[in-house]
């Protein structure tokens, strides 16, 4: 039986800042993930919106840390080197009979602690946002709020936690647990795959002191194991369509409309990429894991969008759309506390929208509720900074002749939509928590976000990424498990070297 302090069960957002809060403690850490990289669930569909924090019910958690994250999120983008921009928002009024709802919000984010809040009038929302509707006759300004990249924000927490000792386990599924008289025992299966062997592993059973869990979607069932006192989760599916970067200049700042009981409503926003983002819709359904989209949603999404916007240029634009579930606790206020009749079990669910901006807050919560249990030395030797891959769209001529200078890989370019090169993406892939899948380069680099959505590179990257991993093409996926890439092999290519072979691009 493999015996670690404290296991972390989830590797999106949240359970990589944990993680990363932790890796600063001399403890042995190990993240326990299903999927078969960091950021495969709610984490990677959403907003990637830094809220500033006047929505949360003063009082509550999410008001709370929310505050807390977006005052994080600057300094530690410069510190993990993650794209995250200050854009501002705005929440906008529609009906003059709705302004006391608009003055409610400015209040309550005043109490909350915003910061620059105030009420602009319709006409100077249209000076800032010339593309706003012309029904707008107010909304609510917060200077603080940005835009993030959720992918990279989660893979900078993961890479930075690992670097400092904390260990993954991915296609690693916890299917049980249990308490033991000294701690719990989680009963675990591992499926094949390139990080575990491609001949299954089996079972395996981990005693840990401590078990945080951080399932998203899935962190009541795990918590119910536990614990007598039950709690629920509902999977709330959002629905979002991707624009085209041509158009993604068409607003600066990130549009909301008054939210409603189940969120923040259909925003319209740029992303830190230069995309422009409309979503999400709010629709509560039972299967945990039901993240396809619908006409009616995506329809939805742009009529709602529509109102925000004069001319929402959607038509022609749409290069993907895609869907994602937050996990909604029926009382409406994040979970995150040592459950009271499990001691060592801390809960950290109910995650939904702020959850992005306010993980790197959590991460430090939770890091000091394990500080009171076991009272663990912080290290002398924790490194705080981390690197990121460079980009060549994003460097200058000097900058590039300097990278391809230093490694000639960085002049093929593999995806040329997002000017991603191979040494872009073999860097991904040799990283640490490195790539093994196609999205897990994407989410990466980018390659594959472009206009074409990978029609031209995924051949390229196929045979990279065998390459790299030394494992025939066919073992390749998209995201893991049985999303394989191919079938089989042409009769007449029997003799040619499988691993990598150019003739296969």
Known sequence: MLKKQVV????????TCIARELSRRQLDVLIIERASDVCE????????????????????????????GSRLMPQLAKELDFPYRNNGSLVLCFDEADMGALNELLERGRTNG???????????????????????????????????????????????????????????????IEKSSEGYILSCEQYPSIRNGLDSPGSLQIHADIV????????????????????????????????????????????????????????????????????????????PDKTDTSADGLNAVI???????????????????????RAHEDGGDFIIEEVSDAPGFIDVAGIESPGLTVAPAIGRYVSELVDGMCHPQ??????????????????????????????????KVICRCELVTEGEIVDAIRRPVGAVTLD????????????CQAGFCTPKQVNILARELGVDISQITKKGGSSGLLTGYPKDEKDITRKGGASHE
């Open 8 to 15: 972390i069960v989830g590797a999106g957002v949240t359970g």
């Open 303 to 325: 009529a709602t969008g529509s109102k925000s916007v004069k001319n929402l240029p959607s038509k022609g634009n749409i290069i993907t759309s895609f869907a994602g579930l």
């Open 440 to 451: 897990g380069i994407k989410r990466r680099v980018r390659a594959g976000m472009g206009r």
């Open 212 to 287: 945080i869990n951080a399932a998203g979607v899935h962190a009541d069932r795990f918590h119910n194991m536990v614990s007598d006192r039950k709690i629920h989760l509902t999977p709330r599916k959002g629905e979002y369509c991707l624009l085209d970067k041509k158009v993604g200049g068409y607003v600066s700042a990130t549009l909301f409309q008054l939210p409603t009981a189940k969120g923040k409503g259909v925003l319209v926003t740029p992303t830190v990429h230069g995309n422009l983002m409309v979503g999400p819709t709010a629709v509560d359904v039972e299967d």
């Open 378 to 411: 912080m290290k002398a030797d924790f490194t705080a900074t981390r690197q990121g891959i460079p980009s060549v769209a994003l460097a200058d001529t000097g900058e590039r002749r300097r990278l391809i200078e230093q490694n000639p890989l960085y002049a």
């Open 41 to 68: 669930g709610t984490s990677k569909a959403n907003s990637g919106i830094a809220h500033s924090g006047y929505d949360a019910k003063p009082g509550t958690l999410k008001a709370r840390f929310n505050i807390e």
């Open 114 to 176: 915003v910061e620059g809040l105030k009420i602009l009038s319709g006409d100077e929302v249209r000076g800032m946002e010339p593309n706003v509707s012309d029904e707008v006759v107010a909304a609510l300004y917060a200077p603080t709020g940005g835009v993030v990249d959720p992918f990279l924000l989660t893979v900078a927490m993961a890479e930075n936690a690992a670097v400092n000792g904390v260990e993954f386990s991915f296609d690693t599924e916890v299917t049980g």
